[in-house]
Each structure stands twice: as C-alpha cells, then as structure tokens.
T-cell receptor, first 109, second 115 residues
Framework: GQNIDQPTEMTATEGAIVQINCTYQ??????LFWYQQHAGEAPTFLSY??LDGLEEKGRFSSFLSRSKGYSYLLLKELQMKDSASYLC??????????WGAGTKLIIKP | DAEITQSPRHKITETGRQVTLACHQTWNHNNMFWYRQDLGHGLRLIHYSYGVQDTNKGEVSDGYSVSRSNTEDLPLTLESAASSQTSVYFC??????????????FGQGTRLTVV
C-alpha cells in the first residue's frame, strides 16, 4: 500500500527553528508538496520538490531525498502565526496526491 | 482574482437524505477534486475530474457521486447520507499535472453533520 508518515504533533518556541519530517512509500514519485493548514481553514501551498536537495523560500525550506523516501520542512524564526498543521503529500505514478495525516505545530512564547 | 468557493460552509442533515455540496472555481482549471478530512486521517480523495464530462472514483467514493457539466463546477452528491459521512469536505482545483508543480487550490471547506 501507499503511505505517508509524519509526526502527529510538535512543539517549538517562538524565534526558534523546527524541522518537520515526512517519510513516504508510494507507487512511483512525481513530486512532493508541503501545505499549511490553520485550524478551520483550507490547506494552502507552501513548497514543491521533485529533485533531490533543498528548496528555500523565505523562512521556510523543504528538503527531498528520493532514494530515502524522505522530506523535511524547516521553519526558521518561528512566529506565533506559524501555529498550524503541516501536510505532506506525494504525487504518485498516476499523478494522484497521497496525503499524510499532518503534523500539528504548536508555538509557545 | 480567481478563486474556488464551496457552499454551504456548514450543513446539518438527517440520515437517509440526499445532500449536494457545491464547488465553483474561476481558475479555469481542468482538474477538480473532492476530499474529506477526518481527525487522524490525511485528506482522502472521494472523486476527481480531469475535464468536462470526465469523472473518476477516488479511494473513498462509496455513497458519493459527482458530475462535471462545465469547467467551473463539480458538485458532490451524497445519495443517502449516513453518520459515517459526517466530515469536513474540501474541493480543490489544479492545472494539468504534466505542467510541473501545479499546486492545488482549495476551497474553504464544508462541515457536514449527519444526524
């Protein structure tokens, strides 16, 4: 079967750095996405990786290792507004998105 | 600005009733999707469409149907609502995946309660 694993919940301190990991086993690979979802709201796109390496976008970076079936989302200079769930999704060989259950990130002052 | 809207935002219905959730996008995207989101689960795909008159079943399609008569709309129908269908439903749209990153844009969600 196909599955995406992420930690259920993480806690970090305002101003710090946090890394959210995602491991996947899917039928093929056509890219990995990270989305942010605030409570009661729709998911919004953060990043996309299709080649190995690091993609940086402001305070957020995303890393991919296809050989290890592994990605992480790195959030720097954490702000209270970063409290949200972070969803990892992999596009498989049929171009379908397979979603992880999400990681709830709690930011403490 | 282009957008994707869902209606209603909240709905309470009785077991056995037919319910239709609306989804309308102005992105002119060919791809449209319906997901449900439940605690402890990732987004689960119900149905999807790659264009007008095209519909396909996702992993949790039983008890649901969709139709695609134009580019903008993909209504989701619960033929006979069951308590197990109490959930938050998200509609999404995207360009063709062969164009690359093609992130999906989500509607604000519909919270459906079946009593």
């Amino acid at each position: 079967g196909q599955n995406i694993d992420q930690p259920t919940e993480m806690t970090a301190t305002e101003g710090a750095i946090v890394q959210i990991n995602c491991t996947y086993q899917t039928s093929g690979f056509n890219g990995l996405f990270w989305y942010q979802q605030h409570a009661g709201e729709a998911p919004t796109f953060l990043s996309y990786n299709v080649l190995d390496g690091l993609e940086e976008k402001g305070r957020f970076s995303s890393f991919l290792s296809r050989s290890k079936g592994y990605s992480y989302l790195l959030l720097k200079e954490l702000q209270m507004k970063d409290s949200a769930s972070y969803l990892c999704a992999v596009r498989d060989s049929n171009y379908q998105l397979i979603w992880g259950a999400g990681t709830k990130l709690i930011i403490k002052p | 600005d282009a957008e994707i809207t869902q209606s209603p935002r909240h709905k309470i219905t009785e077991t056995g009733r037919q319910v239709t959730l609306a989804c309308h996008q102005t992105w002119n995207h060919n791809n449209m999707f319906w997901y449900r989101q439940d605690l402890g689960h990732g987004l689960r795909l119900i149905h999807y469409s790659y264009g007008v008159q095209d519909t396909n079943k996702g992993e949790v399609s039983d008890g649901y149907s969709v139709s695609r008569s134009n580019t903008e709309d993909l209504p989701l129908t619960l033929e006979s609502a069951a308590s197990s269908q109490t959930s938050v439903y998200f509609c999404a749209s995207s360009e063709s995946a062969v164009k690359g990153s093609t992130e999906a844009f989500f509607g604000q969600g519909t919270r459906l309660t079946v009593v």
